[in-house]
């Protein structure tokens, strides 16, 4: 069955750090690209970062890029999004998947930036 189990998000002040993981199962992971996704209501989920089977090519959008750092673990089949200096608009539901998206979405883990 194929499965991505999003964790790690939570409620975080401006300018803290959270570092979300995805569990992976049911497909060959290491043989995919991997990203980070995000949304917020009312718009459609964007491509934050994502990370070749490798992890020698990774591409961050330009408006985290500085603070999210994304890495993978080809062992555990589980991609990591590590963000720093979290601003009040990172503020969404956060998902990851292939790049292009293959298999189903996740639940998503909820990123909240507020005082």
């Known amino acids: 069955q194929v499965q991505l189990v999003e964790s790690g998000g939570g409620l975080v002040q401006p300018g803290g750090s959270l570092r979300l993981s995805c569990a992976a199962s049911?497909?060959?992971?290491?043989?995919?690209?991997m990203g980070w996704y995000r949304q917020t209501p009312g718009n459609e989920r964007e491509l934050v970062a994502s990370i070749i089977r490798t992890g020698d090519q990774i591409d961050i959008a330009d408006s985290v890029k500085g603070r999210f750092t994304i890495s993978r673990d080809n062992v555990k089949n589980t991609v990591y999004l590590l963000m720093d200096n979290l601003k009040p608009e990172d503020t969404a539901l956060y998902y990851c998947?292939?790049?292009?998206?293959?298999?189903?979405w996740g639940q998503g883990t909820q990123v909240t930036v507020r005082s």
């Open positions: 049911g497909f060959d992971f290491p043989r995919y690209r």
């Open positions: 998947n292939t790049v292009p998206v293959v298999p189903p």
